[in-house]
């Protein structure tokens, strides 16, 4: 190859690169953000109905300790919506990040003392907390929206009202 040819070639080679570069790095954040983007609305849904099961097994709580309703179908209920949470906290384990999924858990494990309270009338994890099953279920479900919240990258995901207003 001649010096002139190699001239040539180097300032066409140079350009190349100079627009591939750019043009890659976009095409890569495009399909990191449409990797990410494609897994909200399953998450949102996820975490949406967990909190929906939580929700069912504090009314459920309500209902048998200030006697509105049938005790019996209140824990049958608690007792199926536990089940159901215990599979959703499971499917978090496939979406959710760590975090998300240590407050899962930890949810899941006050609630199964929700339940376990309200049917047989003690704390089966009273040595290890100093509050009731109830409140540590509610300071659970702050955390997992928090959790779900920052993963669903919602700009302040700490600013949840409180549960009692």
Known sequence: MTTQAALTLLPVTAGALIGFVPTYLTERRRERETLKKR???PLHQLCSETAVRVRKILRGRNAVKYA?????????????????????VEQIRLLGSRDLQIAARWMLRHAYAVVTETRDGSDPRAAEYPNPPYERLVEAVQQFRIEAR???RVETPE???PEEP
Do not use: K
């Open 159 to 161: 600013d949840i009202a």
């Open 68 to 88: 509105e309703g049938d005790r019996d179908t209140a824990l049958r209920e608690m007792a199926e919506d536990l089940h159901l949470l215990s599979l959703l």
């Open 39 to 41: 897994w909200d609305e």
């Open 150 to 152: 920052r993963q669903l």
